[in-house]
């Protein structure tokens, strides 16, 4: 396939490493965000957000030419919309806000000429590629002229750079032949399989892929409240239970967090409330699970209180939705720490990720370990997973919520 110009809107966590990797491969790249400060960072050849490689990169990419960023669209063949797709916040059930796609799609229109390729890769609910092709209507584009598609990303944080290679993609077009051509465009970077369908199977199964895993997370929960009442150990059963050849369970935690997990189950959800059974109780279930860590933060605190004689101060140990990454988005351990530290708590967080935080007081370590009376892992970074934590938190109140084992 003949190299082309390709316009990526949207430079965060999925829009950055495309553009960046698309530069690598050869293309002609001109990203393009609102923010100004991400726009003048990426061209001084740096990074607004923590990536294994993204630096290298970017750094690469902006040195060869190969990719600028700007704040409106450019002229280009390729355009593919990478921005965020939130929630319409509602006193039930969350509604997507795919606002911010459908003004990309319309800040495009005007450029877009006969041959062009439009691929949308945000998290979507179902319909919204063909959303896009009304705004281009619309807006007078004839939609029968250029390639509209959707793919979604399947990368993972903390391997980005690598996954957005070697995963297998899926390419719903909305039309078959712009299915076949956006798949081409795909298999010129992607080394995985590259599977072809339609644009509204495509926009399901990505919301299916992140359901089913917020489900089997929500198993996994569930039988935490469950054993803390039985006085079992849950690291010990579900180790026990995954002995069993057809059993596979997942890792309790605080939560789910990411804007992927923890987000795209209400996509479904919201469209079709009344079937979306078993999806929207995982929902309710995880969400259960943050409210109820809260809850025995707040007693072992209480206990402590008690004992000591004046209010204990509380360490939250991780902030990130994961492991041993910097991501905040939507992260339940994120959003405890600010809850206790709202209630009026004594409250440091340790985040060896990140170095501040506007709400919270970060502490190193040795810090904490020194100052704190209760330490609430919700969090497994590598950092605490150390015998020596232990032996330092000798004589503390330690709440293990993500299998640490201190």
């Known amino acids: ?75 280009s063949d390729v355009y593919m919309i990478c921005v965020p797709t939130p929630f319409h916040e509602t006193d039930d059930i969350p509604q997507p806000n795919i606002d911010y796609i459908l003004s990309a799609t319309a800040k495009i229109a005007p450029l877009l000429k006969a041959g062009d390729t439009v691929i949308l890769e945000s998290t979507s609910p179902v319909g919204t590629t063909h959303e896009m092709a009304r705004v281009l209507e619309l807006a007078g584009v004839d939609v029968t002229s250029i390639n509209i598609a959707y793919c979604p990303e399947r990368v993972l944080p903390g391997k980005v750079m690598v996954e957005l290679v070697e995963n297998d993609r899926i390419v719903g077009g909305y039309t078959p ?19 072809e369908t339609d644009a509204k199977t495509a926009e399901m199964c990505k919301l299916t892929e992140n359901s089913f895993r917020d489900v089997n997370i929500a198993f996994a929960n569930e039988l935490s409240l469950l054993c ?38 209400w996509f479904i959800v919201a469209r079709n409330p009344e079937d979306a059974v078993v999806i929207k109780a995982a929902r309710g279930v995880n969400s259960h699970k943050t409210e109820w860590v809260v809850d025995r933060i707040v007693a072992a605190a209480g206990d402590a209180e008690r004992q000591l004689g004046r209010r204990p101060r509380i360490a939250c140990m991780g902030l990130a939705f994961k492991p041993d990454i910097d991501d905040l988005r939507e992260s339940p351990a994120l959003s405890i720490s600010e809850k ?14 990140i170095t501040e935080h506007p ?41 293990d919520f993500c299998g640490i084992n201190v």
């Not at 050849?245 to 309790?252: A, D, K, Y």
Request: hydrophobic share 45%; charged share 20%.
């Open 1 to 75: 396939m003949t190299k082309k110009s390709i316009c990526v809107v949207g430079l965060g966590y999925i829009g950055l490493p495309t553009a960046a990797l698309l530069a690598a491969k050869g293309y002609m790249v001109a990203g393009v965000d609102i923010n100004s400060h991400v726009v003048k960072t990426i061209n001084e050849g740096r990074i607004h957000i923590v990536e294994p490689d993204l630096d290298a990169y970017v750094r690469s990419a902006v040195a060869s030419g190969n990719l600028k960023a700007f704040a409106e669209p450019q002229s």
């Open 177 to 195: 032949e712009a299915t076949t051509s956006v798949s081409d465009f795909y298999r010129t970077f992607v080394d995985g399989h590259v599977l």
């Open 228 to 265: 803390d009442k039985e006085g079992i150990n849950v690291w010990d059963l579900i180790r026990l239970a995954n002995h069993h050849p057809r059993v596979s369970i997942l890792t309790p935690g605080v939560g789910v967090g990411g804007h992927c997990i923890a987000v795209d189950p």
């Open 340 to 353: 206790l530290q709202e209630m009026g708590h004594d409250i440091v967080a340790v985040e060896p990720n």
């Open 359 to 399: 709400n919270l007081k970060l502490v190193s370590l040795d810090d904490a370990s020194e100052s704190c009376d209760v330490f609430a892992f919700m969090v497994r970074h590598k950092n605490f997973v150390n015998p020596s934590v232990g032996r330092r938190l000798s004589g503390k109140v330690v709440l």
